[in-house]
Structure formats: structure tokens, C-alpha cells
């Protein structure tokens, strides 16, 4: 990931564990995400319980980066719209 912006500069990375956050918009997306894949796979087999489950979470996994990236950019979003960082302004250490 770049550290800053291309187009206006903004750093992405302000402190060190700043995308811990995006960590549970990506939980509850992957918990939604892995729900549905199962009951998708419960409607069209007749698996049992752990199978479904499982064939959920396999069918899941192709969308982990996306889910990754995407959540980290709800959470730059959500960031400067509660504390916003104008370009090239210095952050206090």
C-alpha cells in the first residue's frame, strides 16, 4: 500500500496500528459475507451442518483481499470524516 495519496497527498498510514480498526469492518463483513455463502450452499445441497459451513467458508476465501482493501478504505472514509487531515499538514508526534 502506498503511504500517501498520488492525487492529494493525504497519508494513509497516520500512526502506527491505524488500520486496526478496518480489522472489524472486515470482520463484519466477512461474517456476512460467509453467512450468505452458506445459506446459499445449504439451499442447493443437502450437506450437513459442517459441510455447509465449510463449503462456506472455502467459497469465502477468493474474497478476503477485496474484503481487506475495502475495508481499509471505509475506514480512511470514516476517519477523515470525523477527524479530517488536510494535505500537508504535519501531525503532532
Known sequence: ????CPVCGLKFEREEGYFL???????GIALVAITALSLAVWKFTDLRFEGIVLWGVILFLPLVFPITIFSRVL???????IDPEKPG?????
Do not use: C, P
Not at 475506514?75 to 470524516?81: A, F, G, R, V
Open 75 to 81: 475506514w480512511i472514509y470514516l476517519d477523515q470524516t
Open 21 to 27: 480498526g478496518a480489522m472489524y469492518i472486515s470482520y
Open 89 to 93: 499538514r504535519k501531525l503532532h508526534d
Open 1 to 4: 500500500m502506498r503511504e500517501t
